[in-house]
């Protein structure tokens, strides 16, 4: 019982970008549900992966909204940059109507009654690979995607996977294109021609070199300019990693707690004097943290995809107010909402009980200071009187 124990690590992990948990709340849990090997376990606001408990399959990944976990063995740039060259060489032999074949090396080989241009592609396992690949592939060139399963994935990676392709496939039948472009299917049914196509494209060139949700914009970015029929938008699935935020503007005070919570820096405070609390639909993870983490209950998020890549990337105003200014010197300090809920919710404490304790609320934390020392009530007052009662 002496020596080492080597074994591959198969993922990444940056939890900077991790939509697991912020601020004591706990929101985005996907790749704890999909991981059967109870590999992931939670510390709070990040996550913990044993590599010695992790067998590799990669669901976690395919899953994760952000890309904070990462499959490394092989990379996405790696697989993407397979992919293409797989796909370019068929085109220059003179090859037509690609249909790539992701299949787990470890299951039975494929029929060879497979027709001739269905191109095999061997991985690890079969859910390493997600929707950044599947949409690489048909950016690529490839007329359908098929995910050969043999049965040998255990229920909770399948049904992770199926809810991607559900994904996938609205955001397909929103640009016009097939739902059967990516299909979900047994070894055995390979030789059953079946489903929609896609149309002929351009192949995509670009590489693999950014993160998961830069891969998918991409692949959607060229999938749309080519589409004849495409509308504006895709209204996905709860659970889709694409979304948008709605803020009721006569609740929010700006106290911008969300910004603080956002993962993704989808949500984003003004450069200004001017309060604001600004978005950007791109970075949305619909995490779902801003709404756990509002004190009024002011936000709340909707899942859908922009297809407009400068629509997508604007940096757009949800909520903004004028400041509210120290009635005593005039400095910005807070916003008239926050002010008005604060004297709301103090009027009936015993330390606001005056009008000058109460009108205190209103005055920047300096000329606060001040007035304090000037009232004599506030100075000598019976505070244990109080804690008494």
Not at 66 to 84: E, H
Request: charged fraction near 20%; include cysteine.
């Amino acid at each position: 019982m002496t020596g080492t124990f080597e074994k591959p690590r198969y993922f990444d992990y940056d939890p900077s970008i991790c939509a697991h948990g912020r601020s004591g709340k706990r929101a985005c849990t996907r790749c704890l549900e999909a991981c059967p090997a109870d590999a992931i376990t939670s510390l709070g606001e990040t996550i913990e992966i044993n590599s010695y408990l992790c067998q590799g399959g990669g669901a976690c990944a395919s899953v994760c909204p952000s890309g904070a976990i990462r499959y490394v063995f092989p990379s996405v740039k790696d697989s993407l940059q397979r992919l293409r060259r797989l796909l370019q060489v068929y085109r220059e032999q003179g090859g037509r109507s690609p249909v790539v074949v992701f299949h787990a090396a470890s299951d039975d080989p494929l029929p060879d009654e497979i027709p001739g241009h269905y191109l095999p592609l061997a991985v690890e396992e079969l859910a390493s690979v997600g929707m950044d690949i599947w949409l690489s592939a048909l950016a690529y060139g490839a007329r359908q995607v098929v995910l050969a399963d043999g049965g040998g994935m255990p229920p909770r990676v399948a049904q992770a996977m199926r809810e991607q392709l559900t994904i996938a496939g609205e955001i397909l039948d929103a640009m016009g294109y097939p739902l059967t472009a990516i299909r979900l299917l047994h070894p055995e049914n390979l030789i059953q021609e079946g489903g929609e196509a896609m149309p002929g494209i351009a192949a995509a060139a670009y590489s693999g070199i950014g993160g998961k949700r830069q891969s998918i914009y991409f692949a959607l970015d060229h999938l749309f300019a080519q589409a004849e029929r495409a509308k504006p938008m895709a209204s996905l699935s709860a659970g889709a990693p694409f979304g948008t935020v709605y803020v009721e503007q006569k609740a929010c005070t700006l106290c911008l707690s969300c910004v603080g919570a956002c993962p993704g820096k989808a949500l984003q405070s003004g450069d200004g004097e001017l309060p604001q609390l600004r978005f950007i639909e791109a970075n949305c993870l619909q995490c779902g943290l801003c709404t756990r983490t509002c004190p009024e209950d002011a936000i709340w998020i909707t899942p859908r995809l922009l297809f407009d890549t400068e629509n997508r990337n604007r940096l757009r105003t949800l909520h903004e107010e004028q400041p509210f200014r120290c009635t005593a010197c005039g400095k910005p300090f807070a916003t008239r909402s926050v002010i008005e809920k604060m004297r709301s919710k103090l009027k009936d404490h015993y330390m606001f009980q005056s009008e000058r304790a109460l009108k205190r609320l209103t005055l920047c934390d300096a000329c606060r200071v001040v007035d304090i020392v000037q009232d004599q009530e506030a100075m000598g007052g019976d505070m244990d009187g109080h804690l008494q009662q």
